[in-house]
T-cell receptor, first 113, second 110 residues
Framework: DAGITQSPRHKVTETGTPVTLRCHQT?????MYWYRQDPGHGLRLIHY???????DKGEVSDGYSVSRSKTEDFLLTLESATSSQTSVYFC????????????FGPGTRLTVL | KQEVTQIPAALSVPEGENLVLNCSFT??????LQWFRQDPGKGLTSLLL?????REQTSGRLNASLDKSSGRSTLYIAASQPGDSATYLC?????????FGSGTKLNVKP
């Protein structure tokens, strides 16, 4: 399995507070992704990164920001958490080639009260 | 915008049956297509990846096919087992992004 971890694994927070989720990889892969998974919606891309300091938006990026200051770490920040951001968040990594498999972390379950 | 659809949403079969899961996508300009398995409360595990130039890939009891021109892929599971029970998702990759279907929840009954 690819070396990819997420922290925290579970978090409960209150509406209006900022929240940061961390994704860490040991594979030195170029591409990193943040998804959210909700019933009936499958996985939806929030943001992705194609290198240090290089990021781009996905289909559901509103209310989220990301940063990648090192190859191994990709941070997802909810600037002011809302109840609609209650979800399971997955980080994924992918190698350089378009043919490379995407590997997923174990997920973070976030509840916004 | 790429749309990925999986049919059926849920499937229940007796052990030993061969089965087919379907995936369709709207934009045929893809680099590859990947099938994943997800167990409850877990992350996704890659099963098979088919490059755009390929027609199929096989791994053990699993066979995935790709028809880019019609925007379709199938995942064939032979001799299903209770341990195959999980949600199966397909995803297509183009322009640095993966687009996922909502998955097919499979239950294999002993």
């Amino acid at each position: 399995d690819a070396g990819i971890t997420q922290s925290p694994r579970h978090k409960v927070t209150e509406t209006g507070t900022p929240v940061t989720l961390r994704c860490h990889q040991t594979e030195n892969h170029r591409y990193m992704y943040w998804y959210r998974q909700d019933p009936g919606h499958g996985l939806r891309l929030i943001h992705y990164s194609y290198g240090v300091k290089d990021t781009d938006k996905g289909e559901v990026s509103d209310g989220y920001s990301v940063s990648r200051s090192k190859t191994e770490d990709f941070l997802l920040t909810l600037e002011s958490a809302t109840s609609s951001q209650t979800s399971v968040y997955f980080c994924a990594i992918q190698g350089l080639a378009d043919t490379d498999t995407q590997y997923f972390g174990p997920g973070t379950r976030l509840t916004v009260l | 915008k790429q749309e990925v659809t999986q049919i059926p949403a849920a499937l229940s079969v007796p052990e030993g049956e061969n089965l087919v899961l379907n995936c369709s996508f709207t934009d045929s300009a893809i680099y590859n297509l990947q099938w994943f398995r997800q167990d409850p409360g877990k992350g996704l595990t890659s099963l098979l990846l088919i490059q755009s130039s390929q027609r199929e890939q096989t791994s053990g009891r699993l066979n995935a096919s790709l028809d880019k021109s019609s925007g379709r892929s199938t995942l064939y599971i032979a001799a299903s087992q209770p341990g195959d029970s999980a949600t199966y998702l397909c995803a297509v990759f183009n322009f640095n992004k993966f687009y996922f279907g909502s998955g097919t929840k499979l239950n294999v009954k002993p």
